[in-house]
């Protein structure tokens, strides 16, 4: 058997034109086999009732009817097989090429699901860490609340045996001591016992010299006393004393930074209550109306 063609859409069409041309030839065939067979007793002439090209026609070679058109469709037949299979092996190739992207996809797909499932159990547990650091966080700060409360319980406590006195007039080389304690004893008669409860006595803030020593304003004075009945006596003492008003000095309470801020949170409760004329005043930084605590709302 003669070896297979290459089957391309050239050889198709080329195969379906030489079937034509088969089918045209039989047809002529037969017409001018039936028009000699009526004239001259099966004889043909080359008369003008059949027209040729060429003035040759009886040598042409007689066409196998029979067999011929049937070799052309198993050619046929035989390259349409081939470009089916030819068509069919590109299909085979391209699903293939396509199964390996697809695995490929799949392999990249499971690697980041791998380090999805890691970045979880990750933030799974900085949020367990995190929560845990929190609730710490939260006691800690608990506990920094409750030691702020009792350090300044203890400098409050501590500073109930100190008084401010303001207005004392400032020199270079002063004896602050003995001019405080000639003060006292106007306010509080009895010297001695003044003298020997007066523990610790300076001035508060920065020294400056203004006008050759004096100051302009002087600094205040903080005095630490040994007994706190005599500091208490000398505080009740001084309230509307005319020795006092009369050299424009006054008392004030040493207060801690905490209890400043809750007195002057407190001062419109005291200031309204004392224009309704009701008798309010501090005890530290408590608040008290016509006897009783008031709090802030």
């Known amino acids: 058997m003669q070896a297979p063609i290459p089957a391309t859409e050239e050889s198709v069409v080329s195969t379906d034109m030489d079937i034509e041309i088969v089918r045209e030839k039989r047809h002529l065939d037969v017409t001018h086999s039936y028009a000699c067979n009526s004239k001259n007793n099966g004889e043909c002439d080359s008369g003008p009732e059949t027209p040729t090209k060429t003035g040759t026609s009886k040598k042409k070679a007689k066409v196998n009817m029979e067999n011929e058109p049937q070799l052309s469709l198993l050619e046929v037949q035989e390259n349409i097989i081939r470009v089916l299979t030819s068509k069919t092996d590109e299909i085979n190739n391209h699903m293939n090429d396509i199964k390996k992207l697809v695995n490929k996809n799949t392999m990249e797909i499971e690697g980041l699901k791998k380090s999805a499932d890691y970045c979880f159990l990750e933030v799974a547990d900085l949020i367990t860490e ?38 004392i007039s400032e020199s270079h080389g002063e004896d602050i001591r003995s001019k405080v304690v000639n003060i006292l004893s106007a306010v509080l008669p009895d010297k001695s016992k003044v003298e020997a409860a007066v523990d610790v006595v300076h001035r508060l803030g920065r020294h400056s010299d203004v006008n050759g020593g004096n100051t302009t304003k002087p600094r205040p ?63 530290g930084s408590r608040v008290f109306v016509d006897k009783n605590e008031v709090f802030a709302d």
């Open 130 to 167: 995190n929560t845990a650091l929190k609730s710490r966080c939260e006691a800690l700060e608990g506990k920094m609340q409750e030691m702020e409360k009792k350090v300044n319980e203890m400098d409050a406590y501590s500073r109930r045996m100190n008084l401010k006195m303001y207005g």
């Open 221 to 283: 004075v903080i005095i630490r006393f040994s007994k706190r009945d005599t500091r208490d006596a000398i505080w009740s003492a001084s309230r509307n004393h005319g020795y006092l008003k009369a050299h424009r000095l006054w008392f004030k309470q040493d207060l801690t930074t905490v209890d400043k801020e809750k007195r002057k949170q407190l001062w419109p409760i005291v200031d309204k209550a004392r224009k309704e004329g009701k008798v309010a005043y501090f005890v």
